[in-house]
């Protein structure tokens, strides 16, 4: 495995690994969980070299958020990505992402900024699309893969892919969950037992839904309550938002049809948790 931290070195390994085949980016933050490694597992039969990237992305954070606190362990990291087979990672510093300083053009999100997280978030969105689209062009990958944990993400990158006409394919992977059903995330590092023990209410409450959306129900109004009750167990959460969205435009939708979307976030302590369930 080759590890890069300049553009210049990953310009250089990047022409290499391109004259042997198909190339797919799987961008990352760090602090590796199974959802991650099964996004390389995802690249590596997408494409014949995988590439990941590494960078806490500060322009992505607000300024009340956790960008000085986000989980890191870049040894532990490489030795995950190394087993898992991939064939380059790109570590960059803050500098050499951002060589003079923070950007004066970004790319904007435009109207789906307005939903779901985006609406809690502000500027969040522009910061991931604005990085994505550095290293897709640092990168020059042929398919990138993303996972659906982070649903809103997937869906404005295909969006900017689509309307920039950026020539990257865009791939998605599954949730991955831990075995009592809470999503795998970096950020569940900072939560307490307790609080560990309560965050199983996000993707029970989602279950739930589900459950009811396959005996029938698909009025939007009882699967939220559905939601709501079952999250209303569980003390140590607060919920932020829990909607139904159509899966491209993310507008609102009542009633739920098959492929809609129940995406919820809740602050579990003072942890921020997303979680989200297509209905099929
Ligand atoms: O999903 C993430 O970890 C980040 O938002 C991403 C896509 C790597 C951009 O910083």
């Not at 990953?10 to 602090?31: K, Q």
Request: charged share 25%; aromatic share 6%; glycine share 8%.
């Amino acid at each position: 495995m080759i590890l890069v931290r300049t553009r210049d070195a990953l310009a250089g390994a990047m022409s290499t690994l391109r004259a042997s085949g198909a190339t797919a980016l799987v961008p990352t933050m760090g602090f590796l969980h199974e959802g991650h490694l099964s996004l390389v597992d995802r690249a590596r039969e997408l494409a014949d070299r995988a590439v990941v990237s590494i960078f806490v992305n500060p322009l992505q954070f607000g300024p009340a958020e956790d960008l000085a606190t986000y989980p890191r362990d870049e040894a532990r990291d490489l030795s995950l990505l190394e087993a898992r087979g991939a064939d380059l990672v790109f570590v960059p510093a803050i500098e050499e992402m951002y060589p003079s300083g923070e950007p004066a053009v970004t790319v904007s999100p435009g109207r789906l900024e307005d939903r779901l997280c985006g609406r809690y978030r502000p500027g969040h969105f522009s910061g991931v699309l604005t990085v994505v689209a550095k290293l897709f062009g640092l990168v020059r990958p042929d398919v990138a893969v993303f996972g659906r944990k982070d649903f809103q993400q997937a869906v404005l990158i295909r969006r900017m892919v689509q309307d920039l006409n950026l020539g990257v394919r865009v791939e998605t992977g599954p949730i991955v969950r831990e075995p009592d059903g809470l999503a795998m995330s970096s950020r569940n590092a900072y939560l307490s037992d307790g609080e560990r023990a309560q965050a199983v209410g996000l993707s029970r409450a989602l279950l739930l839904a589900l459950g009811r959306f396959h005996e029938g129900e698909s009025g939007a109004t009882a699967l939220l309550e559905a939601v709501k009750d079952e999250l209303a167990r569980f003390p140590l959460l607060r919920l932020q938002y829990a909607e139904l969205v159509d899966p491209e435009g993310l507008d609102s939708v009542d009633p739920a049809e098959s492929g809609s979307v129940l995406a919820l976030a809740a602050f579990c302590g003072t942890t921020r948790l997303i979680d989200n369930v297509e209905l099929s």
